[in-house]
């Protein structure tokens, strides 16, 4: 293999003028960084399962390249979704450039917009697969941020005009458009509290303003990723902050699901309002009740989550943006905190506040851990409902067949004409990997230690990730379940006329010890419980008795008596 990418790339042995350990240091860098661009684009493989990439034409000497070439048509798995060369960003096949840091030199590709804490963390963390660059909403969510707190640092006289306009224009593009998005290249899943994702924005961003500031890619003299673009902030108080903004953006998409999902089951509800069906209780018969209140309680029980959700989603507004470190503020203007939060409300037009207590702000994620419960909540009903659905069109001959589910896909590879419920089936699938992953969520809470939860970054992932899930999830199950269900009154009738249950509606008129010895004789018999009840009873009290609307609705039992005492009274004289 290496035989092969030294054939590809005759250019492997053009080094920097470096000498000694330096260069040596370099030189393996770089055949590292050059091995990762060959043989893992696009997501993690395992390097058996890998094929070599093709060849590539390596740009003409004379040829001028803007800074930021023209966008190309997104293709998935690939970092390269907004650029038409390199074809990779994170390969080194083209151009390059070295920055350095604490821990020495690395090549970067020259039109990479993020530096060297981005390269570091992306040969460091090759965990989840899934990027920033995946959660739009988390980009925008820090640039925001980023351009909020450059206001303020500006309006408080802390960097100059020109930087701020050029910080604000670069966190604009980001905002506005997901043309750069493919850069933001860092495992979602990452040591250092969030390090890697904030340093990754810094850089952009700062490229960015230096674009705009007529600098090279890569010069940071006059727009530095942390002097300027990270001035008065730390990732302990910018990532969480970001986070929350994030969240808040993404819950609008899962409560418009949400809400669009229990109008389709309240339009169900009134069209199934006059189909009467047996109800269950331990999957035994119990009482009637209309397939249309069954879907009611469906909407009913979703409603008071999303009301719920809705009225919470103000815990994500508190943010210690300007607590820095730990809570004290170190390394911040007196006034940054106030002034960076007021920017940020401006831009988003969002209630945003600062906590009462940073310290206390900065080490907690009880406002991530209320967001998840709230969302367990609702996976738990919808998972609930869900096996309801699959119970009530089971058969078609041999069980319940109540109500059809639009048929999705053929059900099986062995049994022909078999339908299978798989858009409830993949919706109580999405239903458990919430419920999972918010014990996940919980225990990296607990986890903390002092000062700083350290493992923000999984909590992140796995909330945006829910929330991901369940706005796709839900949409699903409506357009592709929920609106096209039918009912089977002819057989909901039929369950009904047979069920020994319907003897608890002439309770009332027969009592507790007649009744069972109804219920008793019509199960031994298999005769009808109407037919056994009027030897009892009046026939025409019974069949008023049985009516479905008497059934279903209640009445006053008052009238019941007062008929049933009269009748006896008649009969006595």
């Known amino acids: 293999r290496r035989a092969d990418r030294r054939e590809r790339h005759p250019d492997r042995g053009g080094m920097l003028a470096l000498s000694g350990r330096k260069a040596l240091r370099v030189r393996t860098l770089v055949n590292h960084a050059r091995a990762i661009a060959d043989w893992s684009v696009g997501s993690p493989r395992a390097l058996n399962e890998c094929e070599p990439r093709g060849e590539r034409t390596p740009p003409s000497k004379g040829t001028p390249r803007s800074p930021l070439p023209p966008a190309s048509p997104k293709r998935r798995g690939h970092l390269s979704a907004a650029y038409a060369f390199p074809d990779d960003v994170t390969s080194i096949t083209g151009a390059t450039r070295v920055e350095s840091d604490l821990l020495g030199s690395m090549i970067i590709p020259a039109d990479a917009l993020y530096g060297i804490a981005t390269a570091r963390a992306m040969d460091n963390y090759d965990i989840s697969g899934v990027r920033v660059r995946d959660y739009p909403e988390f980009i925008r969510a820090f640039a925001h941020v980023k351009r909020a707190c450059a206001t303020a640092n500006g309006r408080l006289g802390l960097i100059p005009g020109d930087v701020v306009d050029a910080i604000v224009a670069a966190c604009d593009e980001l905002i506005q458009s997901d043309r750069h998005h493919a850069h933001f290249a860092v495992d979602m899943v990452q040591g250092g509290a969030g390090t890697s994702t904030n340093m990754c924005a810094n850089e952009i961003i700062a490229n960015l303003a230096a674009i705009h500031l007529g600098e090279p890619v890569g010069d940071y003299s006059r727009v530095h990723p942390n002097d300027h673009v990270n001035m008065c902030q730390s990732t302990n108080d910018a990532y969480p902050s970001a986070a929350k903004l994030a969240v808040v953006f993404k819950h609008v998409a899962v409560t418009h699901a949400l809400e669009d999902l ?267 419980v109407a037919e056994i009840a009027s030897r009892f009873a009046d026939p025409r009290e019974v069949a008023e008795m049985l009516r479905p609307e008497a059934m279903t609705h209640p009445r006053r039992l008052v009238d019941v008596n007062t008929e049933t005492l009269a009748r006896h009274s008649r009969a006595s004289a």
């Open 262 to 528: 229990i109008a389709s089951l309240r339009k169900k509800a009134i069209e199934f309002e006059h189909v009467v069906k047996m109800g269950r209780t331990q999957l035994q018969d119990a009482v009637p009740m209309t397939l249309g209140q069954e879907f009611r309680s469906f909407a009913s029980s979703l409603a008071a989550d999303l009301t719920f959700m809705q009225r919470n989603v103000d815990q994500l507004y508190e943010l210690n943006l300007g607590g820095t470190a730990i809570g004290t503020k170190i390394c911040a203007d007196a006034s940054f905190a106030e002034a960076s939060v007021a920017a940020l409300s401006e831009q988003t037009r969002l209630p945003l506040r600062s906590p009462e207590d940073f310290i206390e702000a900065s080490s907690s994620t009880s406002s991530f851990l209320l967001f998840s419960n709230i969302l367990r909540r609702v996976a738990v009903k919808v998972s609930k409902m869900c096996n309801d659905l699959r119970l009530l069109s089971s058969g078609p001959r041999c069980g319940f067949n109540e109500i059809n589910l639009p048929a999705a896909a053929p059900g099986s590879s062995i049994m022909p004409g078999k339908i299978n419920p798989v858009i409830p089936e993949v919706m109580n699938q999405v239903c458990f990997q919430v419920i999972g992953t918010d014990h996940t969520i919980a225990s990296a809470s607990e986890a903390a230690q002092l000062q700083l939860n350290v493992f923000e970054p999984i909590i992140i992932y796995n909330l945006l990730n829910n929330m991901h899930l369940m706005e796709r999830g839900l949409n699903t199950l409506r357009t592709k379940c929920i609106d096209g269900i039918t009912a089977n009154p002819e057989r909901c009738k039929e369950l009904v006329d047979n069920s020994i249950g319907i003897v608890t509606a002439l309770l009332p008129l027969l009592g507790y010890k007649k009744a069972t010895a109804v219920a008793k004789e019509a199960l031994e018999t298999g005769r009808a």
